[in-house]
């Protein structure tokens, strides 16, 4: 069973910085296809904030561009957002999303699929 568990989020005032940490068990890096974190604002939609692929290109939401770093450390089936000049708007709940295609494991096949975190709140003030 695949889980991912977020952590690092908090109260952090503006300019400041946060990194988050998204785990992912039941499932090794080789099977993923990418990883990335969401965010999802009161009444708004959730949306794309960083993404990296099974090959560790990049792509950032253009709200975040120059000021958000994702990465990931394969050994540890982990990835990072390191969050810095943080502004209000940048308040919401994130959340870590993992795309992985299909694979073997334990003898049985797993088809391609998305696994979301419980999430994490961040929260900027002015």
């Known amino acids: 069973q695949v889980q991912l568990v977020e952590s690092g989020g908090g109260l952090v005032q503006a300019g400041g910085s946060l990194r988050l940490s998204c785990a992912a068990s039941?499932?090794?890096?080789?099977?993923?296809?990418?990883i990335g974190w969401y965010r999802q604002a009161p009444e708004k939609q959730r949306d794309m904030v960083a993404v990296?692929?099974?090959?560790?290109?990049?792509n950032y939401a253009d709200s975040v561009k120059g000021r958000f770093t994702i990465s990931r450390d394969n050994a540890k089936n982990t990835v990072y957002l390191k969050m810095n000049s943080l502004k209000p708007e940048d308040t919401a709940v994130y959340y870590c999303?993992?795309?992985?295609?299909?694979?073997?494991?334990?003898?049985?096949?797993?088809?391609?699929?998305?696994?979301w975190g419980q999430g994490t709140q961040v929260t900027v003030s002015s």
């Open positions: 999303k993992l795309t992985t295609h299909g694979y073997w494991s334990g003898g049985r096949f797993y088809l391609p699929g998305d696994y």
């Open positions: 039941g499932i090794t890096s080789s099977n993923f296809n990418a």
């Open positions: 990296i692929s099974s090959g560790c290109s990049t």
